[in-house]
């Protein structure tokens, strides 16, 4: 995940100081990455303890991977094209949470320069988490066990059509009496492929919100209105879309626009927007976690068991 400061941007005065296209006149001008990185390091080491508390090392392994080459692949696209960043942000969560974390984030501090260099940042994270994400998906669901379904045992969790293939795949088709019990590994992957999907949903600033206004420039706007409206129909199937819609609120619908959005995408980068659209759609679960909404007020109270 990455979040542009909208505040970030030139003085009109500015502007042709720096022009758009002298990429490598604003890398030699950008600050060292480890200046201020403390926190980071700090935040990351808080996140290891949770996460490898919530599932120990495998866990933690497989996890940390893919969001490390999430959030390298937004940093490093960032580096290419000279626009200052952070590095990752992890966020530790070691209470009512499955795997230790909320994920991690990036914070860009200086103005994107055009389109292509938003397209670029936008979908290099998803893409490089994804590509992680499918060995240890592949083995999560190796050492995962198919065990007889007992309700209200554990945690049920939504399978994205990625996730669904992999079993069939290596497991065949699984008999209705049985269930699919996931092992630190296979939780990773699970969260990995959910939190890819999240960040590729295209409404402002997050990274699917991103290649949107990269691609459609002033429709993006429509897009987001329209997937903000979706996620809150989401809510539909259970409370955990509640949350991410008034998260997905309170990260606005609107993208700020980059310093030049005349140049255009060219094929090659719409063709890499609709692999992103495929990963999105494989990805994407409408109930993460199969949480009803009786359950949920069960749970916290509201009506009796």
């Given at each position: 995940?990455?979040?542009?400061?909208?505040?970030?941007?030139?003085?009109?005065?500015?502007?042709?100081?720096?022009?758009?296209?002298?990429?490598?006149?604003?890398?030699?001008l950008?600050?060292?990455?480890?200046?201020?990185a403390?926190?980071?390091?700090?935040?990351?080491?808080?996140?290891?303890?949770?996460?490898?508390?919530?599932?120990?090392?495998?866990?933690?392994?497989?996890?940390?991977?893919?969001?490390?080459?999430?959030?390298?692949?937004?940093y490093v696209?960032c580096?290419?094209?000279?626009?200052?960043?952070?590095?990752?942000?992890?966020?530790?969560?070691p209470?009512?949470?499955?795997?230790?974390?909320?994920?991690?984030?990036?914070?860009?501090?200086?103005?994107?320069?055009?389109?292509r260099a938003?397209?670029?940042?936008?979908?290099?994270g998803?893409?490089?988490?994804?590509?992680?994400?499918?060995?240890?998906?592949?083995?999560?669901?190796?050492?995962?066990?198919?065990?007889?379904?007992?309700?209200?045992?554990g945690?049920?969790?939504?399978?994205?059509?990625?996730?669904?293939?992999?079993?069939?795949?290596?497991?065949?088709?699984?008999?209705?009496?049985?269930?699919?019990t996931?092992?630190p590994?296979?939780?990773a992957?699970?969260?990995?492929?959910?939190v890819?999907?999240?960040?590729?949903?295209?409404?402002?600033?997050?990274?699917?919100?991103?290649?949107?206004?990269?691609?459609?420039?002033?429709?993006?706007?429509?897009?987001?209105?329209?997937?903000?409206?979706?996620?809150?129909?989401?809510?539909?199937?259970?409370?955990?879309w509640?949350?991410?819609?008034?998260l997905?609120?309170?990260?606005?619908?609107?993208?700020?626009?980059?310093?030049?959005?005349?140049?255009?995408?060219?094929?090659?980068?719409?063709?890499i927007?609709?692999?992103?659209?495929?990963?999105?759609?494989?990805?994407?679960?409408?109930?993460?976690?199969?949480?009803?909404?009786?359950?949920?007020f069960?749970?916290?109270?509201?009506?009796?068991?």
């Amino acid at each position: 995940m990455s979040f542009p400061n909208p505040s970030v941007g030139p003085a009109p005065e500015e502007v042709w100081v720096f022009p758009p296209s002298s990429r490598h006149l604003r890398r030699a001008l950008l600050p060292s990455p480890w200046k201020g990185a403390a926190r980071n390091v700090v935040l990351f080491v808080l996140t290891v303890v949770s996460v490898y508390i919530s599932g120990g090392p495998r866990l933690v392994f497989g996890l940390l991977s893919i969001l490390m080459a999430h959030e390298m692949g937004h940093y490093v696209a960032c580096r290419y094209y000279g626009v200052d960043a952070t590095l990752p942000y992890f966020l530790p969560f070691p209470v009512f949470s499955l795997v230790g974390t909320l994920g991690a984030f990036i914070r860009i501090r200086g103005p994107i320069p055009h389109r292509r260099a938003l397209f670029d940042i936008g979908i290099a994270g998803p893409l490089a988490g994804f590509v992680l994400c499918l060995p240890v998906l592949a083995l999560g669901v190796r050492e995962a066990k198919l065990l007889p379904q007992s309700p209200g045992a554990g945690i049920y969790l939504g399978e994205p059509l990625f996730f669904k293939g992999a079993v069939w795949l290596m497991k065949g088709a699984l008999p209705d009496d049985l269930t699919l019990t996931l092992g630190p590994l296979g939780l990773a992957a699970w969260f990995g492929l959910f939190v890819t999907a999240l960040n590729l949903i295209p409404i402002g600033q997050l990274d699917g919100g991103h290649v949107t206004y990269a691609v459609a420039r002033q429709r993006a706007a429509l897009v987001s209105r329209v997937g903000s409206w979706v996620c809150v129909a989401l809510i539909y199937f259970g409370p955990n879309w509640l949350f991410w819609s008034i998260l997905l609120r309170i990260l606005g619908r609107r993208h700020p626009p980059t310093l030049d959005d005349e140049p255009a995408l060219g094929p090659a980068r719409v063709w890499i927007a609709v692999l992103g659209l495929v990963v999105f759609i494989g990805c994407f679960v409408p109930n993460p976690i199969v949480w009803s909404w009786r359950e949920f007020f069960q749970a916290i109270g509201l009506t009796s068991r």
